[in-house]
């Protein structure tokens, strides 16, 4: 990617990954010919060791009828989606997923581009459609909805918001 530094990327990835998981959200995961592309980033694997990883070969992610039946078994309307590239492995399944009915939060700087112009046309068109452009600690902090939830702690610090710590040592402190 050359529109985000692949450091933050990272972080934001498994930031976001973290923060769901500690608010027991559903997760599909899925790569995509890993002989040919590569494996999954290894902070990323590591935090999502414990979940089946779906290897497909589609470009669009909702081309997998393993994926689909997936997210179709979570019994939720909602979908949070990240891919690696905006234009083509976030836009495509946040697009099928509204056409089918979900409502469809695209995570931007969860995913990149090759160049700006096409993460620009990606966000553009999927606007355009209706799904809703979202910041990876904005989902997550929307989803928490409640920052007394015994969840808040490992969703913030899941984010590494600088300041999770601090907030929260000083919430013991005072308690104690």
Same mark, same amino acid.
């Given at each position: 990617? @050359?529109?985000?530094?692949?450091?933050?990327?990272?972080?934001?990835?498994?930031?976001?990954?973290?923060?769901?998981?500690?608010?027991?959200?559903?997760?599909?995961?899925?790569?995509?010919?890993?002989?040919?592309?590569?494996?999954?980033?290894?902070?990323?694997?590591?935090?999502? +060791?414990?979940?089946?990883?779906?290897?497909?070969?589609?470009?669009?992610?909702?081309?997998?009828?393993?994926?689909?039946?997936?997210?179709?078994?979570?019994? @939720?309307?909602?979908?949070?989606?990240? &891919?690696?590239?905006?234009?083509?492995?976030?836009?495509?399944?946040?697009?099928?997923?509204? @056409?089918?009915?979900?409502?469809?939060? +695209?995570?931007?700087?969860?995913?990149? &581009? /090759?160049?700006?112009?096409?993460?620009?046309?990606?966000?553009?068109?999927?606007?355009?459609?209706?799904?809703?452009?979202?910041?990876?600690?904005?989902?997550?902090?929307?989803?928490? +909805?409640?920052?007394? +939830?015994?969840?808040?702690?490992?969703?913030?610090?899941?984010?590494?918001?600088? /300041?999770?710590?601090?907030? /929260?040592?000083?919430?013991?402190?005072?308690?104690?």
């Amino acid at each position: 990617m @050359r529109d985000i530094a692949t450091l933050e990327l990272k972080h934001n990835v498994v930031g976001l990954t973290k923060a769901v998981l500690a608010l027991g959200v559903s997760v599909v995961v899925t790569t995509t010919s890993e002989s040919m592309w590569g494996a999954m980033i290894p902070e990323l694997a590591a935090v999502l +060791a414990t979940l089946k990883v779906i290897e497909r070969t589609t470009v669009d992610v909702w081309d997998e009828p393993r994926v689909v039946q997936a997210v179709q078994a979570t019994g @939720r309307k909602n979908i949070i989606v990240t &891919g690696v590239s905006t234009d083509v492995c976030l836009a495509l399944p946040a697009l099928a997923a509204l @056409r089918d009915g979900y409502t469809s939060y +695209a995570v931007v700087d969860a995913s990149g &581009g /090759f160049s700006q112009t096409q993460v620009d046309l990606g966000v553009n068109r999927m606007v355009q459609a209706g799904v809703i452009p979202a910041g990876y600690s904005t989902v997550s902090v929307e989803l928490l +909805a409640d920052k007394a +939830a015994p969840e808040a702690q490992p969703v913030y610090e899941g984010l590494s918001i600088p /300041f999770s710590n601090m907030v /929260f040592g000083l919430k013991q402190y005072w308690h104690s």
